[in-house]
């Protein structure tokens, strides 16, 4: 599993003040943390409160990169805050988001083949977001083939098929995780597949195990990737099982330390 670390987010009141007082520290702590835990990669997103995302974008990259050379996933509905994101970075990068629409894909997809980044295609469209599995099909095999026709190469794209909170949408989970399953069958090569997995819980009161639950499940239809936060030390432990279970860990007595990344 591609672990991407969820927690350098505005939306959370230490990183919405810190960008905010420009306070490097705080945010270099966060992406070592992260990283100790055991991401492969770091999330990086402004926040819906961000006046101005795009410089906050190139600066949360900067700090990132001075304390780390994980790759940095820019998380962001807007291609120009993602455009100065990938300026700054020296990192490899994912690009966090296109939608299924034409007229983004049209300036996303160019632009992750000049910057050789990875890329992010959750399926919703200008309609908003699907309501059932044919629709995420649908949009995923939209995205799927406008790389293919734009010569992206589909091995670096990552269908997000959007995780919605159990508790308003709980009669599309079952759609959600099969969705995962099916986005790998659209074309060969095969996308690999993604989730913002904290989506998930929000709004719940028992957040954790709802979460660590939901990644075991998605794991089991073979989810590659997941932002999530890996401080959640039992959620890093459900997904070492799951992936033992999966007989894609060596079996050990003290597997949890063998697998818990350095
Ligand atoms: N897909 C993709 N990218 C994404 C998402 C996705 N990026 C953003 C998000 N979803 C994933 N990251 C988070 C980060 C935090 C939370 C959920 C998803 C979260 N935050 C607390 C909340 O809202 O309750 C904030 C708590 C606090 O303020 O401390 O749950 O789906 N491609």
């Known amino acids: 599993m591609f672990i991407i670390g969820e927690l350098i987010n505005g939306m959370y009141a230490n990183i919405g003040s ?39 974008m190139p600066w949360l990259v900067e700090a990132i990169q001075e304390v780390t050379d994980k790759p940095l996933c820019l998380d962001s509905s807007k291609p120009k805050v993602i455009e100065e994101g990938l300026k700054a970075a020296r990192n490899k990068t994912i690009i966090n988001s296109t939608t299924a629409d034409p007229e983004k894909l049209e300036i996303i997809i160019p632009l992750a083949k000049q910057y050789h980044s990875k890329l992010i295609g959750i399926t919703i469209s200008a309609k908003g977001i699907p309501q059932n599995k044919d629709q995420r099909l649908e949009l995923a ?47 060969d090569p095969a996308p690999k597949t993604i989730v913002g997995l904290s989506n998930v819980s929000q709004g719940a009161h028992v957040r954790s195990l709802i979460n660590r639950t939901f990644l075991t499940m998605a794991v089991a239809y073979g989810l590659d990737s997941a ?32 697998y818990r990344k350095k």
């Open 141 to 187: 095999a939209t995205i799927v083939a406008t790389c293919s026709e734009k010569e992206f190469s589909i091995e670096d794209l990552y269908l997000d098929p959007i995780v919605l909170p159990v508790n308003v949408a709980q009669a599309q989970m079952n759609d959600i995780l099969e969705s995962i399953h099916e986005f790998r069958i659209i074309s």
């Open 18 to 56: 810190a960008i905010k007082e420009r306070n490097k520290s705080e945010i270099q702590k966060c992406a070592l943390e992260q990283v100790a835990c055991g991401a492969d990669a770091l999330d990086v997103n402004c926040g819906p409160a961000s006046r101005q995302p795009l410089v906050d």
């Open 227 to 258: 932002i999530l936060d890996p401080k959640d030390k039992e959620l890093m432990d459900a997904l070492i099982t799951a992936e033992l279970i999966l007989n894609k860990n060596i079996y050990c007595d003290s597997y949890l330390e063998a």
